[in-house]
C-alpha cells in the first residue's frame, strides 16, 4: 500500500500531500513551492499546495520514496473517485454485473504501466521473504500476470 498521498482537493483548489517525515523532502519542498503556494497542517499532519504544484510534487514523492510508494490522484481522478465512491457515476449496469465481468472490464482499460506498477506493489507484499508473505499467493498472482501480460497485453488487446 502506498505510504504517501497525494490527492488533489477541489475544496482547497489544491493537492493534500500526506507523507512520513523527510528533511529532504521538506527541505526540497520549501525551495520549491514560494510560502504562498504551501501550506502546512499540523493537526492532519498534511501539506496542502496549489494546484499548479501537483506535478512537481509528485516527481519530488518518486524522486525519494519511488514511484511504487506514491499514491497521486490528480483533479480528474479525485472527482471520479469520489462520483464512484457516492454511486453516482456508477452505471447501473455495472452494479448488476458480475463481479468477473466488472474485472476484466476494469483490466481492458487500465494502461499496461499501471498494471505493472499494481503488479509489483502487490509482489513486493506478497513476496514469502516479507514478514507477512505468503507463497502461495504470490505464486498465484505471478501465474495471473503472466497469463495477464502475456495474453492480454502483449497481444494488442488493450488500449495500452
Known sequence: MPQIKIIYDASVAGYK????????????????IPVANRMWDPVSKTWTVSEAFGLPIRDLCYRIWGSSSVMFF???????????????????????TPLDEVLLTFVK?????????????????????????????MSAMNSAWTRIETDFYKKGVSNA
Open 109 to 137: 482499460l487500465l494502461p499496461y504501466n499501471a498494471a505493472r506498477r499494481a503488479y509489483l506493489v502487490a509482489a513486493t507484499e506478497l513476496h514469502p521473504d516479507k514478514q507477512n508473505g505468503d507463497s502461495s499467493k
Open 74 to 96: 490528480d483533479k480528474t481522478a479525485a472527482a471520479q473517485a469520489q462520483a464512484s465512491a457516492s454511486g453516482t457515476n456508477v452505471p447501473k449496469v455495472m452494479r448488476t
Open 17 to 32: 500531500v500526506r507523507t512520513p517525515y523527510s528533511k529532504d523532502f521538506v527541505d526540497t519542498l520549501h525551495q520549491l
